[in-house]
């Protein structure tokens, strides 16, 4: 029993690694974001967690083919808070067999993008949606797909700056001379 | 005797997991795989497509040639680099009855990015503004390249997904497709 149960095990565990491998396709994750805490007229940095799934690779922001479609990020942000200065990673050079030492600038595996989250001084304070969008185009090293969007969102929360007091005046310090 | 019944579950779990991952199995295997022949001896379905200059080609106005479909997009670097060997195949098999057609899936936008690289590349055959519904009509198109080629009569006698492993892969078929030897 225990040896039918063993080849069994060993035969599920091969067939599961097959389907995997025949069923993937390209895509692109974003990780959660935490929300985004910033008060209102300061600025904070808002970290996108990206993964392109094993196999596949995507052009970067900046391909060299100007044909290529590049990765780009789309951020609808609320009135009154504004997402900028968008700052993508530098992709890989990547020569695949059949590309006569053509090269293609890429992502695979996990990337980072960046941006800078500004509320306006007129903002009301509380927490606002973002959604966003990620288009991408993905290719292997034989074939490529058709170029897709992939939404995500996270959380803006506006909070009221933080007012440190001066310490008040104290007429009789000895440190304050008339 | 508990151990034993704990075995026999357990056992009938894993023939259950075994069978199901065998029918997902079996079912991908139905579905077309990159290289392999998937409609070998059916007709090719027909369509009429436009060239960029907006003359229409039907596919049926072929018939008589040995015809190679090539699904392609700018956007596409393995595609982009079996077109110049389509190319060679149209100079070398041309006055022998081969044609090949470019059938673009760019978007309708990037219609002048076609053109261009099409003469930036001496492009010598009809490259045809893609639909959706064509590509419904070979299996989706999922990916790029795909290259289906006809015999004289219509008939699919090869199905390509992906880019082959050299210009001497395509003429194979090319010439398969012609009835050369």
Known sequence: MKLISRITLALVSLLTAFAVAQGSSPNITVAPVPTVVVTRGGHAQLTLELRVNRGFHVNSNHPYDELLMPTTLRLNAPDGIMIANLKYPEGQDLVLPFMNNQKLNVYSGAFVVTADVRPARTVAFGTERVHGAVKFQACDDRQCFPPRTVPFEFDVKVIRPVVHKAPAKNADSPHIHP | ?181
């Open chain 2, 1 to 181: 005797m508990v151990g034993l019944k704990r075995n026999v579950v357990v056992f009938g779990v894993m023939v259950m997991v075994l069978a199901g991952l065998l029918a997902m199995a079996v079912y991908r295997r139905s579905l077309p795989i990159r290289g392999e022949v998937v409609a070998k001896g059916k007709p090719a379905p027909e369509f009429t497509l436009t060239d960029l200059a907006g003359k229409p080609l039907a596919l049926s106005s072929l018939r008589g040639k040995a015809v190679v479909l090539n699904f392609w997009a700018t956007w596409c670097p393995p595609c982009k680099q079996e077109v110049p060997w389509f190319v060679e195949m149209q100079n070398r098999y041309g006055a022998q009855g081969l044609q090949v057609v470019g059938i673009n899936m760019d978007d309708a936008g990037d219609l002048k990015d076609v053109a261009r690289f099409g003469a930036e590349n001496g492009v010598n055959y009809p490259l045809l503004i893609g639909q959706e519904r064509v590509a419904q009509q070979y299996g989706g198109v999922d990916s790029l390249p795909t290259t289906f080629y006809l015999d004289r009569s219509g008939v699919v006698v090869a199905h390509f997904i992906g880019q082959p492993n050299g210009p001497s892969e395509v003429e194979k078929n090319v010439r398969l497709a012609l009835g050369l030897p």
